[in-house]
């Protein structure tokens, strides 16, 4: 088995036919064809359903796909660290996040990573949280950002901040005013909310069956941004994480309402591969997250 046959495994995969994937890598659809029969000879199996029009994987060719694109990324983290050994300095680092690290806490990490080290190219996915645990485990990512800790065995994970929810109305609402509120006071409210499952909306659910208080809920979006865009048109009152609302809250956009009783911490945690197995590039960015949160 070597690589090249790999890649054209990888490529037929994810193009889901032998006559596409021929054209992504230049290559004849007979070569292709003559590669994966060795390949599928060499494991004793067939990889793919020669029946179906759509290049579907066999079970061990779904088997098999995981550990290709794991081999893969192993041989292109050797090619980037022999690179960095010759002081190239030039390489890949991925990372995995949800719309509010993206957008709050990655900018400043990401401009300080930039300056000392433009050379690296920087990838940036939107994730579910469930999946970046595996897509680091496997290496298609160097590092994700998770509201809870994974205990996986092959990952390690840092705690880098710790933020609550809070309650924001828009400046005019009659809440706004009222230096606190109940839970049960917020059961005639019309609120709009994160059509995301996290633990944190989990949480928020609770708390109101905990005090037999209907939450109301009139909207939900997708990003946080939108969310806000929503209250400040004054079309329901919101829920959210203070590192995504601080800026509004301090210009007066938004008015905070503490809630009595309500305390829903939301930590981050940042996870990543046993250190001995980072490239240079992911252990630079490593040492500028514990530098700038003090760890």
Known sequence: MDLSQLEIFLSIAEEK???RAAEKMLRTQPAISIAIKRLEEELGESLFDRSSKNGSLTE???VLLSYAQ???NLRDEAIEAVGELRGMFRGRLTIGANESTSLYLLPPLLMEYRK???QIKIEVFRNIS?????EVSERNLDFGFLSYDP???NLQSLEIHRDELVLVVPPKHRLAKQGQVTVKDLGEEQFVAHNVKT???TKIFELFAQHRTPLNICLELATLETIKEFVLLNAGIAILP???VEAEINSGKLAEVPVKGMKIEKTLRLVYRREASLSHAAKSFLDIVKEQHHL
Do not use: N
Request: charged share 25%; glycine share 4%; hydrophobic share 40%.
């Open 70 to 72: 794991r081999m893969l």
């Open 116 to 118: 000392r080290f433009p």
């Open 151 to 153: 205990m996986h065995p």
């Open 199 to 201: 633990p944190s909306r």
């Open 17 to 19: 036919s032998f006559s």
């Open 242 to 244: 203070r590192l995504a």
């Open 60 to 62: 061990a060719g779904r």
């Open 130 to 134: 469930e999946k970046i645990p595996l």
